[in-house]
């Protein structure tokens, strides 16, 4: 019993799935905080071409 002890303290099999689980949260985190930024300018920027677009007169004439 205190050979299986031993042996399942030294075992490092689980070390290397817990690295690629921390890795993926991290990227899925960064691509959550990216998606979130682009979004926001991405909104922003409709807003500015919607109002440009609103402002424009079809006719091409300035009145």
Do not use: C, H
Request: aromatic share 8%; glycine share 12%; net charge neutral.
């Amino acid at each position: 019993m205190i050979k299986f002890i031993k042996n399942f303290r030294k075992d490092e099999a689980g070390a290397v799935t817990v690295d690629w689980v921390v890795l993926t949260a991290a990227v899925v985190g960064l691509g959550a905080a990216a998606y979130t930024s682009i979004e926001a300018g991405a909104t922003g920027l409709t807003a500015n071409v919607q109002t440009y677009m609103g402002n424009q007169n079809p006719n091409g004439s300035s009145t």
